[in-house]
Nanobody, 121 residues
Framework: VQLQASGGGLVQAGGSLRLSCTAS????????LAWFRQAPGKEREFVAV???????VYRDSVKGRFTFSRDNVKSTVYLQMNSLKPEDTAVYYC????????????????WGQGTLVTVSS
């Protein structure tokens, strides 16, 4: 499985960005998919996860601002990020696994290359 992430960039606080992550593989609809992020000098942290049944969980600090969606026809997931804050600045990674997984990065087998999001104050 290969993941290709895109959509990062520079935005002012309060602005929006939409990240995309396209996956190879024939069984995309069964994947557990997630977004993680890593800010400079910090550990990688969980952002959101979606399972094949459509359920989605977000980290508390992004609830109400970020929306994670998937398009099984296009084998693509999206992270719509609104009301961005400087503390959202990080490299964002999409991750996938063909098993059930949750908020721990160790549970994911496949990773995209990362896309940088910079939010200026």
């Amino acid at each position: 499985v290969q993941l290709q992430a895109s959509g990062g960039g520079l935005v002012q606080a309060g602005g929006s960005l939409r990240l995309s992550c396209t996956a190879s593989g024939r069984t995309f609809s069964t994947y557990t998919l997630a977004w993680f992020r890593q800010a400079p000098g910090k550990e990688r942290e969980f952002v959101a996860v979606t399972w094949s049944n459509g359920n989605t969980v977000y980290r508390d600090s992004v609830k109400g601002r970020f929306t994670f969606s998937r398009d099984n026809v296009k084998s693509t997931v999206y992270l719509q990020m609104n009301s961005l804050k400087p503390e959202d600045t990080a490299v964002y990674y999409c991750a996938a696994t063909q098993k059930w997984s949750g908020i721990r990065s160790a549970g994911y087998d496949y990773w995209g290359q990362g896309t940088l999001v910079t939010v200026s104050s």
